[in-house]
């Protein structure tokens, strides 16, 4: 019941290949029985040595490869969420792809709003106590105004007669957030807080797609992947991608405010030979990442992990001892 070398696992501290994965590290888990996600340390972690079919998830918000055995989580319209093995699944069911957690250290929202006006257009300036903008695009230049004003931040605004149309904004270094983005301390933020803070994102580095989607582009891979975890937790299915078109490498992180997504074809088995990695937990689901797209998906057996099957009306067993004496065939 495990997944490729490709695969990564959220942790407390980001995402993390399942290669570099022990059970020291603290692993994102998601209860079905209420779609949240928690942090913990897994009771084991495997690494098997596998060769054969592995089932390959593909849609263009998805990119798993498991093992045929591997517990799927998945529902159907008007159906109540099943498991079911992998070499099982057909085209137009639905798969989790994102969960919630709710508790959190909280933030004041200008708070959250000027730290991501910081991290798109900010300038931490090295000497002095100030923090600069330099803006040209209307938008922006009016987004930092209602987020200075509503919150009564006092700032400098001048317009620099050498470059028409620019606008620059100057504010006390004391009245700000730093200008870093930490994975860790984001996903400590509780609810509301990632909330406020995937919804700046359009205003500044990103945009709005549809009705629920929203871009957000970077050239620090830290800051996509923080991105990408804080959308993991609060809701929000993600790809990220690398865009080297423009001879430079820069992020495009996709969010999508839909926890649960479709798949139109019935996965394809592909052949494979190399190790394959799981861990233990005590929901029985873990979320992972492959090429840069978020997916809920099963870990490998314990007892625990019974007991949670048995919750969802589902005969579930367990090898001798757990996970940790698993002893391939």
């Known amino acids: 019941v495990c997944y490729d070398k490709d695969t990564e696992i959220l942790t407390d501290g980001g995402w993390l290949s399942f290669q570099e994965l022990s059970t020291s590290d603290s692993v994102a888990y998601y209860d079905a029985t209420t779609e949240s996600v ?41 159906c109540s969420m099943r498991v079911s093995a992998a070499s099982e699944l057909i085209a137009h069911r639905e798969f989790p792809v994102a969960g919630v957690r709710r508790a959190g250290i909280h ?80 996903l400590r933020w509780d609810f509301e807080t990632r909330e406020v803070f995937i919804e700046e994102l359009r205003y500044w580095d990103g945009d709005s797609v549809g009705r629920t989607g929203s871009r957000y582009f970077t050239a620090k891979k830290e800051w996509a992947d923080a991105v990408s975890s804080i959308g993991a937790i609060t809701g929000y299915g993600s790809v990220t991608r690398l865009d080297t078109r423009r001879n430079s490498e ?31 937990v005590p929901s029985g689901f873990i979320v992972v990442r492959r090429n840069g797209k978020t997916f809920i998906a099963g870990n490998c057996e314990g007892e625990k992990d019974c007991d949670t099957l048995t919750q969802l009306g589902i005969t579930a067993t367990t090898n001798s001892g757990g996970a940790e004496h698993f002893e391939p065939a």
């Open 107 to 186: 933030l004041d929202p200008w708070r959250v709003k000027l730290l991501v006006a910081l991290l798109a257009d900010g300038c931490w300036e090295k000497r002095g106590d100030m923090v600069s903008w330099n803006l040209k695009k209307y938008r922006k230049q009016q987004r930092l105004r209602e987020i200075l004003s509503e919150n009564k931040i006092p700032w400098k605004e001048t317009q620099p007669p050498s470059t028409p149309g620019w606008i620059g904004f100057r504010v006390d270094k004391a009245l700000c957030p730093e200008k870093t983005l930490s994975v860790a301390e984001s």
């Open 38 to 78: 928690s942090f913990g340390h897994p009771s084991a972690c495997q690494k098997i040595w596998y060769e054969g079919e592995m089932v390959n998830i593909r849609a263009d918000w998805a990119d798993l490869m498991v093992t045929p055995d591997h517990r799927m989580l998945s529902t159907q319209p008007k």
């Open 250 to 280: 820069n992020y495009i992180v996709n969010l999508n405010r839909r926890a649960w997504r479709t798949i139109t074809k019935t996965p394809k088995r592909v052949p494979y030979a190399g190790f394959v990695y799981c861990c233990t």
